[in-house]
């Protein structure tokens, strides 16, 4: 009998989008939400989405913005397409009623964040992800929800037939007639990273084990500013340097401004590493009450928290450090998320679609969220209705025995493969990362395995990329190659890739 059912996997913006659509498209879905939506990046994020909507701004100048971030790694074709689509699709959502900020007179609020040169960021107060998750929720109500965790893709002859998990100590088979993976990116390998432990990269992983490209993971985006209190690591969104905040060093002195011609505001990389080589800076909050704005009232959730932990931020100086915060690289897909395993969709920050380059423009990543969860049912629907599977084939079990990610391997990532990088370090974390693979205690498809594969492929690209280009610096060759390439690369090759570097 005909699969008519298409697989969802994860519940941040991007799945939660798909189900979305193919619920109005009436496709049959069954969405598995690992631990709810409320254990995802998306509910996470703050500072907004942004959208070329105002009469000020354009594709044109959105794609300009976007573009510079990505210093010389965009598909121009692609992010222009995400970008225009991207402000339809949001408009919509506004007329759905996602309760966007407003000004007194009923128009959009919107902010600016670093390296954007309009002001087109629409946020809901200082937590936006929340917002926007928990609003469109009640929207997919009536679908069929499986709590549980990914273990295994059922992948055969390069075609997609569902996936594997395992709820309540049982392994499951689900099968469908496609699958769309929005499991989230994987920051978890770095010791800091401001994302959710749920974000596990077994997802990516298992994609690029059965022969999916993984594209430009050595760029990993560290955000600036993050305050660690309680051993947590809490970030504060560029829309508070958006609004007038400044960064001031030891000694109490404004750097940025003799860093980069956007001080505050140059793209997030520039700024990571010039706090990063201070140790550490201070974010000052007294521009944004000079301005005449009401912090307490425009970020209520940064002063809340970091009231909590002792300091007043309308009154002293908050302690900021980077952390590692988004995946910028991912599974390679096309226009539609298709991966290169028929009927397997990627999307959010799992996938590598072209908009980010070598660099993540702020709040583009929930722009690209609900792009790609739109179009990836497209596709869905298509191999759903017009092609179904009409057989079930069987898939040998592996044991699936989970193992939590090293702590001493995550050491050693932020110390060589992190921020500023060179040959020497990255060659270290090589054979470590050989060590892990040969004492034989890597159970497939568990988050120790991840951890050492997309680990690898980080430490694999980044030692190729002999160059410094966006958030990827290697101090020893900081200057970029005249040609524009992205790196790839498969699970399969990152052992013996590791053997080269390694010299083993
Ligand atoms: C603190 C913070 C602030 C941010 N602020 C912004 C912002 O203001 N603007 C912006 O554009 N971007 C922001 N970002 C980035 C943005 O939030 C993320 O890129 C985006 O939300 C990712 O959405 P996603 O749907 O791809 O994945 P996620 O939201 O991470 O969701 C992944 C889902 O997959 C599930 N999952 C993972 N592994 C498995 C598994 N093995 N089995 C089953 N389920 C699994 C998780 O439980 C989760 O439900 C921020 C990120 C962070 C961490």
Redesign the pocket.
Known sequence: MAIRDVVV???????LMAVYRLKALGIPTIW????GID????V??????AAALSPEDSVDVHLKDTVIAGDGLVEEDVARGIISEGAQIVSHLVHLGVPFDKNPDGTLNMTREGAHSRRRILHIKDE??KGMMHYLFKFVSGVEKVEG??VDLLVKDGEAYGIRVKTNGHTEDIYASAVIL????YTGMYIHS???A???G??IALASYYGAVLRDSEFIQFHPTVFFGGGKAF?I?EAVRGEGAILLDSKGERFMVDEHPMAELAPRDVVARAIHRRGGAYLDFSPIQKKGIDIEERFPHIVDVLRKEGIDPLKELVPVYPAA??YIGGIKVDWWGQSDIKRLMVI???ASTGLHGANRL??????E?VVMGYRSTFRAWWYATQEPHNERPRFDMKEYKNISPDGHLKGQMSRHGGIIRNGYGLRKVARKLLSHMENGNLPFGSQRWAQIMLSGATICSGWWRTESRGAHYREDYPEKWKEKKHSHITLKEIKQCLERIGGV
């Open positions: 996997v994860g519940a941040g913006l991007s799945g598995v939400v690992g631990g254990r995802s990046n998306s996470l994020a703050q500072g907004g989405i936006t992800g965790r990914l929005a499991t989230g990116g401001t994302g959710n749920d974000q596990d077994v997802g970030l969104t915060h988004y959010g920050e799992a702020a709040s583009n990543s929930l722009l969220c």
